[in-house]
Every structure is written in C-alpha cells, then in structure tokens.
Antibody, heavy 122, light 110 residues
Framework: EVQLVQSGADVRKPGESLRITCQGS????????IGWVRQMPGKGLEWMGI????????RYNPSFEGQVTISADKSIATAYLQWSSLKASDSAIYFC???????????????WGQGTLVTVSS | QSVLTQPPSVSATPGQRVTISCSGS????????VSWYQQFPGTAPKLLIY???KRPSGISDRFSGSKSGTSATLAITGLQTGDEADYYC???????????FGGGTKLTVL
C-alpha cells in the first residue's frame, strides 16, 4: 500500500526557519515525483512544486520560486519543504502527494499525505 | 489567482446528475491533460480522474471526466449525500513544466 506520512503540526514565529517532511513507503520512492500543495485557511489548493527523488530534479510554480525550497533524500525516502524566513501569510496546511507521470507526458497526484498544519504567529 | 476557472458552487438533489466545469485556455487545457480531485473538509484530496477521462482503480463509475477544446467537465451521476465535497480540476503543463489547480467547486447535495 502506498503511504505518504507527513510531519506533525508546527507553530513558529515570523522570521524563523522550518522544514516539514513527507516520508514515502509501499512503492519505489525514486521513480515517482513528489509534489507539494498549499491550502490556506478556507481556500483552495495551490500547486507549489515537485521533486523527482531519483535525480533531485525540482520544478517550481513561479509563484513559489524563491519563497520555499523543495528537496528529497532518496536514501530515507523522504521529501522536504522548507522556509528560511517564515511569514504570517505562510500559515496553511501543506500536503505532499505522489506524482505519477504517464507515457502521455502528463502528471497527476495519485496518493496524498495527511497534511501538515503550519501556523506562523508572533 | 487560479490558472483554471471553476464555478464556486453547484447544487443538485440525490439521484440527479451534476456537472462541474473547468475552463482554461489553449496554452493549458487545450494542450494538456486534466485531472480531478475530491476533498472532504479536514481531509486530504483524492484523485478521481486523470488524463481527462480515466478513473483510478476503486473510483466509482458514477464519476466521469471529459475534455473539449479549452474546457473540461466532471460529471457525477446518481448523486448521493456522501458526494458533498469540494472538487478541483488540475493541469500539468508539460511545456512550462509546472502545474496548477482550479479554484474549486463546492458541491451541495440538497
């Protein structure tokens, strides 16, 4: 069974750094993309970016490039989303998801983590 | 601002058929594949449709997807109260190598 397990909720102050994790199991971690999706309170889903753990190829939504860093450590089947200096507006639920890219050249998220609530408040 | 446009809400009664639209442009939907996700409050999204019209294993055939030109549609037949949820379309743009979601549609089953 494919599973993505995310790190627990976190509360930080503005300006602090943070790294949240997403550990995959039940499949070959290096052969699927891992994507990160933001959901602000009461709002819709936002596509942040993806990483391919096999070679660490990373792609960002231009809206998030420079604001976060997405990475992966294939040796421990874990993907990361990190901030160097949090803002109050980063408060949201963050989901990781497994990205399947078919022969057609598309990419969709077929399995999701449970979500990590990040609260940034002074 | 979402790259894809969905109606904020739709409603229907149990047993009916409902459709949710997803409008884009020639640069996104027109040249790429659409996927659809269902999200219940407080839970993670779930994949319903990929590659415009394909259902993953385990998804009821009451859910179907289609695409025409620069728009895509999710149809749900035999509506049940348990279908009340938010529904999102999504696109992967292979040329820009990035993706995006629609703004989401809240389905109410009256």
């Amino acid at each position: 069974e494919v599973q993505l397990v995310q790190s627990g909720a976190d509360v930080r102050k503005p300006g602090e750094s943070l790294r949240i994790t997403c550990q995959g199991s039940g499949y070959t971690f290096t052969t699927y993309w891992i994507g990160w999706v933001r959901q602000m309170p009461g709002k819709g889903l936002e596509w942040m970016g993806i990483v391919y753990p096999g070679d660490s190829d990373t792609r960002y939504n231009p809206s998030f490039e420079g604001q976060v860093t997405i990475s992966a450590d294939k040796s421990i089947a874990t993907a990361y989303l990190q901030w160097s200096s949090l803002k109050a507006s980063d408060s949201a639920i963050y989901f990781c998801a497994r990205g399947d890219s078919g022969a057609r050249g598309d990419l969709y998220f077929d399995s999701w983590g449970q979500g990590t609530l990040v609260t940034v408040s002074s | 601002q979402s790259v894809l446009t969905q109606p904020p809400s739709v409603s229907a009664t149990p047993g009916q058929r409902v459709t949710i639209s997803c409008s884009g442009s020639s640069s996104n939907i027109g040249n790429n594949y659409v996927s659809w996700y269902q999200q219940f409050p407080g839970t993670a999204p779930k994949l319903l449709i990929y590659a415009n019209d394909k259902r993953p294993s385990g998804i009821s055939d009451r859910f179907s997807g289609s695409k025409s030109g620069t728009s895509a549609t999710l149809a749900i037949t035999g509506l049940q109260t348990g279908d009340e949820a938010d529904y999102y379309c999504a696109i992967w743009d292979g040329s820009l190598i990035t993706g995006g979601f629609g703004g989401g549609t809240k389905l109410t089953v009256l």
